[in-house]
């Protein structure tokens, strides 16, 4: 999900009526106030779905409700056991067999066993729309089976060892539930049963309780969550600013309007993961042109971006669209930057690519037109509220009208932004770029037939809709093989293929936004401190990496 953010901050009336949101959901703000506060919900009304396996569910279902069997710990470079304790590969690596932890149950006092996880991964495998982590992995899955109620064995059709982290990645749900659904696609799971830390208690659509699940299998030391619905990032920011939230992401230009407020309890923390990229629908003209995204790409002000979304936090992309640091020993420096001619703002370069790339402009200076005759014209899609990619947006748009594309900033309900977005109807978005253990998730991501969905079908991957078949081989090269020396020299190949296509316009790189406040509770991650990320809406639920260690000041 894309992060939150904003610039500028309400007056003093506007953080109490944040304040009483929170009151209205049953939990008063300020001190008293026993409930963890956990920025993590967009939108003002919120539905009651906890199904993990669509786009627009609660934040509760990927994030606190239902466990993965693994976590894959950014900050430490590693995978973290969750619902399963280990793993192992056999068969010149064509079989993976996972340990199930022993003694965990369901909320609902059932046991949980290796049927559950798979019932869960052929429930995605069987049922066309599903989401998951694991579904672009599962094209290469043989069979799932459970042997014992201990062990998971999955066997692949050909050797894909980067599919580990998503397998283990996946959501798992219960199958004494899920079982008895006749059409998951639409179920959306309103009383969920999970193996998480919390439980859902009560439930408005202002906002939802969780109260801790006796029944888990960790010791969990802070009594339960409190989510809120919330009408924009300047809400969100007045009553964090205000003291009245535990656990955020974006705060704006927090070393002034935040930290310098309460520097003893209030804190952030902001690595760099992935960038923010423009993404056009590759599947209409005239951005199913790699020539036409390529010569848009010096279009972009991309440190006006950074200066005003993110408050001079960030640096603008590279041509390949990963941030310097986030892949260490992955790439030599001149990899990354062979083509930043791309990244450098020069819109008069993007007018004489444009020309060569057949869009002219209409009668020698207006709106270009392109090679069926039409005029080129394009909305870009942002949620409403989500101020720092409304500003990128609103930046993109004007640096594209400069160079003759009749471009609008169009803001919409989340809702609707994914449903246009993942369901392949929008023209341009402002999105930020896969990321995992290594680049490949990101290049799979961006350019593979096997993360690909048509139009109408949901795809959080791959959304724009991109399949390269020459990308497909090395990557199909790459996991393959087990030697990392192999797989950087293919990484390395399908960095110049990224910008040979550039299926997205890499715009500046994205912090994992991360704020606390710990007047009521501590233990967070901090850089510092940095067992895990602390962005509680991240690619990866390494929340439940923090909820063990969270403790009531």
């Keep these: 999900m894309p992060p939150l953010g904003r610039r500028a901050l309400l007056s003093a009336a506007a953080a109490t009526a944040a304040g009483g949101l929170l009151t209205a959901c049953g939990s008063p703000p300020g001190r008293s106030r026993r409930l963890l506060t956990v920025i ?30 693994m976590v894959w710990n950014m900050a430490k470079g590693r995978l973290e056991p969750q619902l399963a304790t280990g793993y192992r590969w056999s068969d010149r690596n064509h079989t993976l067999t996972l340990a199930m932890r022993q003694g965990v149950r369901w909320s609902d006092g059932r046991p949980f066993t290796a049927h559950d996880a798979a019932f869960t991964l052929e429930l995605i495998r ?20 459970a042997p014992d109620d201990g062990t998971l064995r999955i066997t692949l059709k050909r050797v894909n060892t980067p599919s580990l982290h998503d397998l283990v990645g996946q959501a798992i749900v219960p199958q004494h539930v899920w079982g008895e659904i006749d059409d998951p696609l639409r179920f959306a799971n309103p009383n969920p049963v999970g193996t998480g830390p919390f439980k859902v208690t009560q439930f408005r659509p202002q906002g939802y309780e969780m109260h801790r699940n006796p029944l888990y299998w960790q010791k969990i030391h802070i009594p339960g969550l409190q989510l809120s619905g919330w009408s924009g990032n300047d809400q969100i920011n007045n009553a964090t600013v205000s003291g009245a939230v535990d656990w955020g992401a974006l705060i ?162 989340f809702d609707s932004w994914s449903q246009d977005v993942y369901g ?23 350019m593979s037939k096997a993360t690909k969905a048509p139009k109408g079908q949901a795809a959080t991957l791959n959304f724009h809709r991109l399949a390269d078949p020459a990308s497909d081989d090395l990557l199909a090269r790459w996991a393959a093989v087990s030697d990392q020396a192999e797989q950087k020299d293919l990484a390395r190949q399908l960095a110049s293929r990224f910008t040979e296509l550039m299926p997205a316009v890499p715009l500046y790189e994205q912090p994992e936004w991360g704020a606390y406040n710990t007047q009521r509770y501590t233990g967070f991650p901090t850089k510092e401190n940095p067992y895990a990320a602390l962005r509680p809406v991240s690619r990866f639920p390494s929340t439940f990496l923090v909820f063990p260690h969270l403790r009531t000041a």
Excluded at 49 to 69: D, T
Excluded at 126 to 145: E, F, M, Q, W, Y
Excluded at 424 to 431: D, E, H, T, V, W
Aim: aromatic share 10%.
């Design 424 to 446: 392949g109807s929008f023209q341009a978005c402002i999105s930020a770029g896969e990321w995992g253990a290594t680049p490949y998730n990101y290049f799979r991501a961006m």
């Design 126 to 145: 069987r049922t066309k729309g599903l989401i998951g982590r694991a579904a672009p992995a599962l094209t290469d899955v043989d069979t799932i089976t």
């Design 252 to 413: 704006p230009n927090p070393d002034k309007t935040f930290v310098r407020r309460d520097p003893e309890h209030f804190g952030y923390w902001w690595p760099h993961a992935t960038d923010v990229q423009i993404f056009f629908n590759t599947t209409m003209a005239p951005f199913d042109d790699p020539a036409v995204r390529r010569a848009l790409a010096p279009a972009f002000d991309r440190k006006r971006m950074v200066d005003i979304a993110v408050w001079g936090k960030s640096v603008p992309a590279n041509a390949v669209g990963l941030p310097d640091g986030a892949y260490p020993g992955w790439f030599e420096k001149e990899t990354l930057h062979r083509e930043d001619k791309l990244t450098a703002y020069d819109p008069k370069a993007a007018e004489l690519a444009l020309e060569k790339a057949g869009l002219k402009r209409k009668g020698g200076g207006g709106t270009r037109v392109g090679k069926d005759g039409k005029a080129v014209r394009l909305d870009i899609v942002v949620p409403a509220g989500w101020t720092d990619f409304v500003s990128v947006a609103r930046i993109a748009a004007d640096n594209l009208r400069t160079v003759g594309i009749d471009a609008t900033m169009r803001t919409t309900s």
């Design 40 to 69: 993590a919900e967009t939108g003002s009304l919120l539905t009651r779905n906890f199904s993990p396996f669509v786009p627009n569910a609660r934040w509760a279902a990927q994030y606190v409700l239902h466990e993965p069997l």
